[in-house]
């Protein structure tokens, strides 16, 4: 029964076939053809039963492995490795498939090689989930076939092996990089000027050229020979709190991938950034209730606790509940913090619905209001118009995507910041304002 299994006709088999009964028909006509093509049919007989006996008189002769990370990273390209091994005395030819998970909708894979005796050959694909969760792939089937290629032999390896899909961690180890080597600025991260003197003290130093006059200590001063200048630095262990609106809102795809997804990868990288920077950090997720609370806290470890809850946190159908968020951070958040919230308005009438609490948590927080060009309106507004009924559709895109301005216009006459970016600048985005307000001070 093992054998049956693993047995297969190969597909060169049958061109022989073909071969012979080209022969068979043409010694019809041909009769000298008649006999040479009955040698023929005896010869691949005799080949056949010969090939069956390579591939399967020694036992397993294969070994395959296939290496998958630990998680792997939302609406990145993970690689995935694959390793196999022959241990045939002849070089053996090798078809492979690999049964990904359905979420990919990938049904034909395959990779073909061969491979000589005791030699690894070693290749590499990459796949990029676009949702969160455990993805499970299948067997790792591999065929074998001999130099004859009449038959094939069929290998099987791990099946099912899960992995979960986590947020980005690819973009947040790129952005933890860069911020460790000060590089930030070459991803378009921008360097803000200091303004004001709301940053804590640090040391007392010598002037050099180019210090600030208004930082003179005139009592170190009076006690040293040379001029004295007080040195200060970012304020730290400031309160920061990730925001994302869970509503029907953010269930809108961009590129394969929900704007809740763009805004649960941003806070992942934002919440690395700012917790190098010694600053605490937090998250909330919320629609009809509040589903997520994390407290701000200081600790690089922390991070391993937002990344286990963004995994977890889903899109819901429903309308998000402002009043809620109010009432939550009132009673809950009682410093003065960041807070960086995630949402979506398309409209600017459901923008002035929820402006009142977002005025009230304003008033004794610092609120960013993060919200989404729609990229397909855009590209819709620099297509030429050819027609009519063109016209008409640039004519409304163009109306959605100013009142996507008015909305910021609006929002900072209230002293609410914003920002307004594609889905694929988020991450970006985010952290300029970040080092802006801190280098501002604002917080």
């Known amino acids: 029964m093992q054998f049956l299994k693993s047995f297969y006709i190969h597909n060169t088999f049958f061109r022989y076939i073909a071969i012979l009964a080209a022969c068979f028909v043409i010694s019809y006509w041909l009769p000298?053809?008649?006999?040479?093509?009955?040698?023929?049919?005896?010869?691949?007989?005799?080949?056949?039963?010969?090939?069956?006996?390579?591939?399967?008189?020694?036992?397993?002769?294969?070994?395959?492995?296939?290496?998958?990370?630990?998680?792997?990273?939302n609406s990145d390209l993970n690689p995935v490795q694959i390793s196999f091994t022959s241990k045939y005395a002849f070089k053996t030819f090798i078809s492979l498939i690999d049964e990904l998970p359905v979420q990919f909708q990938k049904r034909d894979f395959e990779h073909r090689s061969s491979i000589s005796k005791n030699e690894t050959v070693e290749f590499e694909y990459k796949v990029r989930p676009v949702d969160r969760g455990?993805?499970?792939?299948?067997?790792?089937?591999?065929?074998?076939?001999?130099?004859?290629?009449?038959?094939?032999?069929?290998?099987?390896?791990?099946?099912?092996?899960?992995?979960?899909?986590?947020?980005?961690?690819?973009?947040?180890?790129?952005?933890?990089?860069?911020?460790?080597?000060?590089?930030?600025?070459q991803f378009g991260l921008k360097k803000i000027r200091r303004i004001g003197h709301t940053q804590e003290f640090e040391q007392i130093k010598e002037y050099v050229q180019g210090d600030d006059f208004r930082t003179i200590n005139w009592k170190a001063t009076a006690?040293?020979?040379?001029?004295?200048?007080?040195?200060?630095?970012?304020?730290?262990?400031?309160?920061?709190?990730?925001?994302?609106?869970?509503?029907?809102?953010?269930?809108?795809?961009?590129?394969?991938?929900?704007?809740?997804?763009y805004a649960i990868n941003s806070t992942l990288a934002f919440s690395n950034v700012a917790l190098k920077r010694n600053d605490k950090t937090g998250l909330i997720a919320f629609s009809k209730n509040i589903e997520t609370y994390v407290p701000a806290v200081q600790k690089i470890t922390h991070l391993n606790t937002i990344l286990e809850k963004l995994y977890n946190i889903d899109t819901a159908f429903t309308d998000a509940d402002f009043g809620l968020?109010?009432?939550?951070?009132?009673?809950?958040?009682?410093?003065?913090?960041?807070?960086?919230?995630?949402?979506?308005?398309?409209h600017i009438s459901a923008m002035r619905r929820q402006l009142p609490f977002l005025l009230a948590i304003a008033k004794k927080h610092v609120l960013v209001l993060v919200f989404f060009e729609n990229t397909e309106l855009e590209e819709l507004i620099a297509q030429d118009a050819e027609n009519l009924q063109t016209i008409y559709h640039k004519t409304i895109a163009e109306k959605f995507s100013l009142e996507k301005r008015l909305?910021?216009?609006?929002?900072?006459?209230?002293?609410?910041?914003t920002i307004l970016t594609t889905p694929e600048n988020l991450t970006i985005n985010t952290i300029n304002k970040y080092l802006e307000i801190k280098a501002r001070g604002i917080l």
Do not use: C
């Not at 809950?332 to 913090?337: A, D, G, P, Q």
């Not at 909305?407 to 910041?417: D, R």
């Open 32 to 73: 000298t053809l008649y006999p040479i093509a009955w040698l023929l049919t005896f010869v691949l007989i005799t080949l056949f039963v010969f090939d069956i006996y390579l591939l399967y008189a020694s036992g397993k002769r294969i070994e395959a492995r296939r290496s998958l990370p630990n998680k792997l990273s």
């Open 134 to 185: 455990e993805y499970v792939f299948g067997n790792l089937i591999l065929f074998a076939s001999s130099f004859l290629k009449t038959v094939k032999r069929k290998y099987v390896f791990q099946k099912d092996q899960m992995v979960p899909v986590y947020p980005s961690i690819i973009q947040m180890q790129q952005y933890d990089f860069l911020a460790i080597s000060n590089k930030l600025n």
């Open 223 to 261: 006690k040293n020979v040379n001029l004295m200048v007080n040195q200060y630095q970012d304020e730290k262990s400031q309160p920061i709190f990730s925001i994302i609106d869970t509503g029907r809102v953010m269930k809108m795809p961009f590129n394969d991938l929900k704007l809740l997804d």
């Open 325 to 346: 968020l109010y009432a939550h951070i009132k009673r809950k958040v009682t410093h003065r913090s960041l807070l960086l919230l995630y949402t979506n308005f398309e």
């Open 407 to 417: 909305m910021q216009k609006e929002l900072q006459q209230y002293g609410i910041q």
